[in-house]
């Protein structure tokens, strides 16, 4: 990961911009970089993945533009070749050294014409303006805000605006901003047409562009390692790594006990798969001690991204301590293309369509957002293979009716399309889901969840609770998270719109907790 900063103003003071850019130094923590543009600021910190000699340093200039990336752009050799063709000279081999570039040919139709997670801020020279843009899903995080004086902010993370800006506001996946608006160049969930393949051409086509995604995302100069749960999204990432890896990968997995459900899953994987493979115990104690920490580097209140996050936060940290690794792939985003347990009570394929969607439009404010701040504050990178541009296209255009659950099996399509080649033994292939902040133990939701019975009498949760208009809490542990979350972002509460919730207005989730454990077809998902 690294971090990016921009101050759209000539009156920029540097000393409060550096202020604000040191709180995400441990995303980019080999070399920190400002350069005032004249008409602003911006700044770099840089986690070395690509093109790993100085030459990779940002920001990147070109005749009086500047520009700062947090992304991965995957096939930019040959987009490079092409530039090179047009009488561009590259210094080093940094995927993101063709932005300024494809930026002088193209101008803001480089966005769309990227295969990348990315954040990025452009200074043009020329017209002494600046563009920022962000990749279709949000993957890499970037937000924004103004000054009282007017002026627009954006930086990496909320963190580094608080006492900076008004309001802070998440930047739109898949837009652009330029000349004070935000243009969209991309609406990922939205497809342009209904495909009506077949289950087995659908199952064929899955298989492909999972297999490529994680193909690409091997490519790296910094080590790569791999988050495995145990769980199907996770395992099959990891088992398609491992038949294109020429030596075994390396997995890592969290439990709260040696005989956790998550670990023995992942144990089972890891060895069907050949991985060298890191066993990570937590404690109740370390649940709690990380709980604030946890709140702060997500800049968030909701209770499944919350929950999600420690045991993620605590394997992160075990890996940049004890290894040389940079890179982690992860599973995130397979639910939301291809159904939770809630979305079984879809009550028609249309309902499961436009909850897709909703799920994909908001994933930056939650799975997404997990992952970037639990990996990134440990200075590693995530990279999210069931994220690739063209695997998401294609499953939002399938016909919904053939993804709705009527096999008696969740995620099915994404099962049937690995049933085939061994990738898994079949029993963690069919294996029914468990919540990642579930499966790393029952017992850590409810040591929170006992914890923040503690924090609060009945009738200090009613008076806390009715303290907030926005997204008010409704539980102790959702009035404990507030609480520590107001601590460090004071009144930015509107930047999470509301709690990651199963769907109220459908018949059976109406619930009051986020786990699918509350819903009756969770079933042996635990076991």
Not at 129 to 156: K, Q, T
Not at 241 to 252: H, L
Not at 273 to 283: K, N, R
Not at 285 to 309: H, K, M, N, Q, Y
Request: charge should be negative; aromatic fraction near 12%.
């Amino acid at each position: 990961m690294c971090s990016i900063m921009g101050y759209c103003d000539s009156r920029a003071d540097r000393a409060v911009f550096e202020q604000g850019f040191v709180q995400t130094v441990s995303r980019g923590p080999d070399e920190s970089r400002v350069v005032d543009t004249g008409h602003g600021l911006l700044g770099f910190h840089r986690l070395a993945i690509m093109g790993l000699t100085p030459a990779g340093m940002q920001p990147f200039a070109l005749d009086g533009s500047y520009a700062v990336c947090n992304g991965e752009l995957y096939g930019f050799r040959a987009q490079r070749e092409i530039l090179k063709a047009k009488g561009y000279t590259f210094a080093g081999d940094s995927d993101c050294e063709i932005l300024l570039p494809m930026y002088r040919e193209y101008g803001v139709k480089l966005f769309s014409m990227l295969d990348a997670e990315f954040a990025c801020i452009l200074y043009d020279g020329s017209t002494r303006e600046f563009i920022a843009a962000r990749d279709p899903i949000g993957i890499r995080p970037l937000y924004y805000g103004y000054d009282p004086a007017g002026s627009i902010v954006f930086a990496s993370e909320p963190k580094n605006l608080v006492g900076l800006v008004e309001k802070i506001v998440p930047f739109p996946p898949g837009h652009y901003y330029r000349d004070g608006s935000f243009w969209p160049y991309c609406r990922i969930e939205q497809a342009e047409r209904v495909c009506y393949d077949s289950v087995d051409a659908a199952c064929r086509s899955i298989h492909d562009r999972l297999v490529a995604g994680v193909e690409k995302r091997l490519v790296s100069d910094a080590k790569i390692g791999f988050l495995l749960s145990g769980g199907l999204d996770s395992s099959l990432v990891c088992a398609i790594a491992a038949r294109k890896s020429k030596t075994p990968i390396r997995t890592f997995a969290i439990g709260m006990r040696k005989d956790a459900i998550d670990l023995k899953y992942a144990r089972q994987a890891a060895e069907w798969i050949g991985s060298e493979h890191t066993e990570v115990y937590m404690t109740p104690e370390d649940v709690i001690a990380a709980l604030r920490p946890v709140v702060w580097l997500l800049g968030s209140f909701d209770i499944t991204t919350i929950r999600a996050s420690i045991g993620m936060y605590l394997v992160c940290k075990a890996i940049h301590e004890q290894t040389d690794i940079r890179v982690l792939l992860t599973g995130e985003i397979s639910d939301e293309l291809f159904g939770y347990k809630y979305t079984d009570y879809a009550p028609d394929a249309a309902a499961f369509q436009a909850e897709a969607q909703k799920r994909l439009r908001e994933l930056h404010l939650y799975d997404v957002l997990r992952a970037d701040r639990c990996i990134s504050v440990n200075s590693l990178e995530a990279r999210v293979p069931f994220g690739d541009l063209d695997l998401v296209r294609y499953v939002m255009s399938l016909d919904p009716e053939i993804k709705l659950n009527r096999y008696g099996k969740g995620k099915y399509l994404l099962r049937r399309a690995f049933a085939e080649g061994d990738y898994l033994p079949p029993e963690l292939l069919w294996r029914e889901k468990a919540a990642f902040s579930d499966a790393v133990g029952h017992s850590m939701v409810d040591i929170l969840k006992e914890y923040a019975e503690s924090c609060y009498t009945d009738a200090e949760f009613a008076a806390g609770c009715q303290k907030y208009s926005h997204a008010r809490p409704f539980t102790k542990e959702s009035l404990l998270y507030r609480g520590i979350f107001e601590q460090y972002y004071p009144g930015q509460g509107e930047m999470i719109p509301d709690f990651w919730m199963p769907n109220r207005a459908w018949e059976g989730c109406n619930v009051d907790d986020p786990s699918a454990r509350v819903l009756a077809n969770y079933g042996d998902s635990g076991c």
